[in-house]
């Protein structure tokens, strides 16, 4: 009898626990993210720009005024921490910044859409429907 109880009630645990986290989402396969990176430096500025992740390099690409470049990945469910960062640089002019940053159960953004500006970083916002979601670069 303890043995059918261990074969039998154990899966049954396990198989309530996870679909009560799938459910709340908790165990739901990461969604793909979309990353879009669109030149807006102003004048006829051409931005060259490198994102990567501690696990992949999305490359070098060159952008020309107004013109826009995007990437999508993702994120890996058993790693806690899932950063991409990118460096952007015009003419005398280099600065990082991070563009998606998935930490724990917290969830940055879906569709990331950013405007490279001189002095800082828009990314889309979608409750106002604008670029005004402004940081600084980290240098």
């Known amino acids: 009898m303890a043995s059918f109880n261990g074969k039998v009630v154990l899966p049954m645990l396990l198989l309530w626990f996870t679909v009560t986290m799938c459910a709340v989402g908790q165990l739901a396969p990461p969604k793909m993210r979309h ?7 102003g004048g006829d500025l051409a ?3 490198h994102c990567k992740s501690p ?11 107004h013109a826009s470049s995007q990437f999508s990945f993702k994120p890996n469910i058993w790693v ?30 879906i569709d990331c859409f950013y405007n490279i500006l001189p002095n ?20």
């Open 35 to 41: 990353i879009k990176i669109t030149n807006e430096l």
């Open 47 to 49: 931005l060259t720009f």
């Open 80 to 109: 806690v921490d899932t950063e991409v960062s990118c460096n952007f640089q015009w003419p005398n002019e280099s600065h990082d910044f991070v563009v998606f940053r998935l930490q724990g159960d917290v969830e940055q953004c």
């Open 55 to 65: 696990k992949r390099d999305y490359g070098v690409q060159v952008l020309g005024p």
């Open 120 to 139: 800082v970083v828009c990314r889309f916002d979608d409750d106002t429907g604008a670029y005004d979601d402004c940081l600084p670069y980290y240098n």
